[in-house]
């Protein structure tokens, strides 16, 4: 398998993210509209949505269907535990009208739709299957349905985040992105201002006004983005795609560096440190989620940095399609050590060395590096 020819694979995972999009879109304005009652805490406190469970069981239902020649090996974030509860029985309702609705819509994206409406039973079926810990061996797909929840709670940004990792490499990644309008430097005018309505309420007979579906797969040199389909048309894949490529600016007095919006996720006043060293002289982006790839993958901003807290494992769902796709848009992605991530041993991204680095440049990456080894001492991670 290993100088196989990914197409199959790939068309599969760039519609399932497309119908992703639509369901979540849906969910989302829903969210707005009607309040925020329907968010759901996790043991950890993290919030979860009618679409996180949603979005991974169409995506596994999809994945299962479309492969039934292998056995599929899923990667995903969300477990049935909290969706099982007796007391959630509505939750657990509208996740399978949810469902129901946007497999019903998979001729459009060019996919099979169910024989007959799933149960809630299949639909739990369909959540639990993806309950691989992945590994160095064998394909394993990687999902985060709603990568940003809070993002996507917000009415702000949020991915969707589909990945093949095949003997420990990442060799696809997929990332929706619905509120990423497909217009250069979208996210530097607009982020500190942007509000849900605003982008939603546009007519939708301009989808580059939307948000976007970015993949790549790796070797191809290539990254691709595509616009969300309009309500009454045909997905046409791939010839809506045009080719994204990373930022040429190498000179960090012009270069902008992104993070992740909540302090909790990443040390803030260590990343100003190191970009102040760097020469940095715009202030950072901040961003939820995946959409950070993304940025960086479509040159809106040159670099990526993230830092959590002492302790913190980095899952691979956050992580796998957005690295896949920034290196073959051009970009290099590391830890702070100058590793690359090692996506072969289980569901974290075990041996990271301190922090992320997604940069346009190799110029760019040394001097991170650099700045990273001089600020560390004087840091108090
Ligand atoms: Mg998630």
Known sequence: MGDANYA????????????????????????????????KSKDDDSPVTVA?????????????ESFQDQNVSIVAEEDVQTLSKAELADLLASVTK???????????????????ALGASQVLEAISRCNSTGGPTGRHWVLDPVDGTLGFVRGDQYAIALALIEDGKVIMGVLGCPN???????????????????SMSSSATDTWEKGCVIYAQKGSGKAWMQPLVQQ???????????????????DPGLATFCEPVEKANSNHSFTAGVAHSMGFKNQPLRVHSMV?????????????????????????????????????????????????????????????DRGIVACCSAKLHEGFIGAVYASW???NL
């Open 377 to 379: 001492d004087s840091s």
């Open 8 to 39: 199959r694979e790939l068309g599969v995972a760039v519609r399932a993210v497309h119908m992703a999009c639509a369901l979540c879109q849906r969910v989302q304005a829903g969210l707005v509209s009607h309040g925020t009652g329907q968010v």
């Open 180 to 198: 990423y309008p497909m217009k250069n430097g979208w996210l530097n005018h607009h982020h500190h201002h942007h509000q849900y309505d605003e």
């Open 292 to 352: 950070k790839y993304a940025a960086i993958a479509r040159g809106d901003a040159e670099i990526f940095m993230k830092f959590a807290r002492c302790g913190y494992k980095e899952k691979i769902w956050d992580h796998a399609a957005g690295v896949v796709i920034v290196e073959e848009a051009g970009g290099v992605v590391t830890d702070a050590g100058g590793r690359p991530l090692d996506f072969s041993r289980g569901t974290y991204l075990e041996g990271l």
């Open 52 to 64: 996180d469970w949603s979005v991974q069981a169409i995506v596994s239902w999809i994945l299962a």
């Open 98 to 116: 949810t469902v129901n609705e946007s497999l019903a819509e998979a001729p459009k994206y060019g996919l099979q739709s169910p024989k007959k």
């Open 232 to 250: 009454n048309k045909m997905l046409e894949w791939p010839n809506s795609a045009r080719q994204i490529k990373v930022s040429s600016i190498d």
